[in-house]
């Protein structure tokens, strides 16, 4: 995935951005509404399944559902038609581990020792198994498109991998920059929503006062809790917005954003000479404790816009900032809220042995996901990766 969004060079991001950005604009985003409600009732369905049981297990099932609303949104594919879908998430835990591994290993970054290794036989096993799962998802695109469909101008052909297939037909992008570009936007869409979510949850379940007040704010905006909220109610959520944000201070989910500079990058008194990485640490710069008042509480009324407009724009930036940011954000932050909205609307949510975020471990996986604070275990195996969470009774019965 060399040629991507997120990896390519100024040239090629430009040209791909420019292709791609109608996608997410605000008119299709707003389309996409009725199918992430559908996926939070499924995940509601399993939780009143499973009601009783001690849920340790939540992220993987978060994940599979968020993984089958970016089929059924940005690829316009039956995600149910998309066998091993479970498996593309456990290679993509893989593809992680072995990134961070050569990552820490300094000899592993030089190609001639990297390609000597097993890791690197890995890495390619890996890398063939998700091409074959995206290569499945293209050949469904195409079945259902066929050439009479270039210049429709509706909704549905301006969803992602629909408009990028027109633009393929006009050979403005080519299959493989179609198949990097899919398999970036699949995995990212569904990984950060889904960690983002399961760490919204750990949080709740820890301060039941906040979670308390984000259930009253549910019930004075939706006037009727059986029903699904319509897009302007959770436009109406300001104090869930407000959590999400604060959380995304905290631990963002990614938790820092590598940037090369191309040309020297003057910053007083300091100079980053072209050829530069650099690095930006998000979670230090979103817990300067000159900008951020005892940075380490949860608080999240530091997004009251009162309190915002004190702050410089780029003190908080869990989605990057300016032309290279997120082009995703929009679509992560109405998942997450239609998911937690929809869930906290018919269960509680309670994390077990701990007090504060703080005694939650984290492990940095590429993302920042929690880590099982019980048992000491690692991300080393997806199904068995308890989150410290239990869901108790529905909401307003005892």
Known sequence: MKDTLLTSKVSIWKEHRKMINPSFNSKILNSYHDTFVKYSSEMVNYLSDTEGEEQTNLLPV???KTLDVALATLTNVDPQVIK??????????????ILIQRFHTFWLLIDFFWKLSNLHKEHKVVCQTVHAFVENILLQEYKSYDSEDINDDTIQSKQFLPNLTNLKRTKQITREEIMDETCLMLTAASETAAITINTVFTFLGIYSDIQERVYQEL???LPNMESSPTQEELNRLDYLKRVVKEILRLVPTIPFILRYA???????????PAGSNLVVPLVLLHRDPEVWPDPE???PDR?????????????????SYGSRNCIGLKFGMMLVKVMVATILRNFKVQ??????????????????????????QTFGSLWSWP???TTSHPAGKT
């Open 219 to 221: 019930v004075s905006v």
């Open 62 to 64: 978060i994940w599979e």
């Open 387 to 389: 989150i410290g969470m």
């Open 84 to 97: 091993e879908r479970r498996r593309m998430i456990t290679v993509t835990v893989k593809f992680e581990e």
């Open 297 to 299: 509480k949860f608080d």
């Open 262 to 272: 191309d040309e020297d990058i003057k910053c007083d008194p300091y100079v980053f």
């Open 303 to 319: 997004f009251l816009p009162d309190e915002v407009a004190k702050r410089h724009r780029c003190s908080y930036i869990p989605f």
């Open 351 to 376: 994390t077990v042995g701990m007090k504060s975020w703080k005694d939650i471990q984290w492990e940095y996986m590429v993302m920042l996901k929690a880590k099982n604070s019980r048992s000491g």
